[in-house]
């Protein structure tokens, strides 16, 4: 399981209540479509950042780091760089994500934020107190409303991941599915549901198959979009 750390309540300045409305004249549409507060000179490196993620691209971190420079009151910014520090599993990552748990918490209250860019805080928060599980479910939520988030739906699936719930992730990626029918991420999409699909309690067939790898007999062989070239899939193909 993923780090588990708690933190003591935070004090911001002044209420989260009193904090700025979004001015909807100046918003972004990241590549799901989704509105963002985040500038439009931004949103290109943010939408690289997001395929950088949903592929395990090497250039995500430079590229999160790029945006949140750029657009250091980028709440949502702030709230992915923690849960990577925390999908990383270690447990020198987590004051990483502690840190920037506040740096989004103090964003929020200078500038405005998107009622999803404030979940996605709330999410870090719930992991940070001990409760990855709900950070999932509030995720979820947002996945919800939008099955076709990409952000959303990744970091879903790596949460039920790092808890073994294959059964979970399964349900999520085959609940929003039908949201990325045209939508520019959908061969990732197509690819965590292949990965959820592995699993031996669902496809107990799966269980007696063996590697050539492993000292098998069974070749195993991916059939996936052009864009899963990277991240899982390309680990999956190298050592296959």
């Not at 409305?21 to 509105?35: E, P, Q, R, V």
């Not at 739906?153 to 039908?178: C, H, N, T, Y």
């Not at 549901?193 to 496809?203: N, R």
Request: with cysteine.
């Amino acid at each position: 399981m993923g780090p588990r750390g708690r933190c003591g309540p935070i004090s911001p300045s002044r209420s989260e209540s009193e904090a700025p409305m979004l001015d909807t004249h100046h918003i972004s549409f990241d590549l799901s479509g989704i509105a963002t507060s985040l500038g439009r000179g931004e949103i290109e490196r943010w939408n690289r950042t997001i395929l950088g993620l949903l592929s395990h691209a090497a250039a995500a971190g430079p590229d999160l780091a790029a945006v949140i420079e750029a657009s250091p009151d980028f709440a949502l910014g702030h709230a992915i760089k923690g849960f990577a520090a925390l999908l990383l599993g270690r447990a020198e990552m987590v004051a990483t994500a502690h840190q920037a748990q506040a740096a989004a918490r103090a964003a929020l209250l200078r500038v405005p934020a998107t009622a999803r860019e404030r979940a996605f805080v709330d999410a870090l928060q719930d992991w940070l107190q001990g409760y990855p599980g709900r950070a999932a479910k509030r995720l979820e939520a947002e996945l919800g409303k939008v099955p076709g988030d990409a952000l959303a739906m990744k970091l879903v699936q790596a949460i039920w991941f790092v808890l073994g719930r294959p059964d979970l992730m399964r349900q999520s990626i085959e609940a929003a599915l039908p949201g990325f029918v045209d939508h520019s991420a959908r061969g990732y999409a197509l690819g965590c549901h292949a990965f959820t699909l592995e699993d031996p309690k669902a496809f107990p067939a799966f269980a007696e198959l063996k590697r050539k790898l492993d000292g098998g007999r069974d070749t195993v062989m991916y059939l996936e979009g052009s864009d899963q070239h990277r991240g899982w899939f390309h680990s999956s193909l190298i050592e296959s």
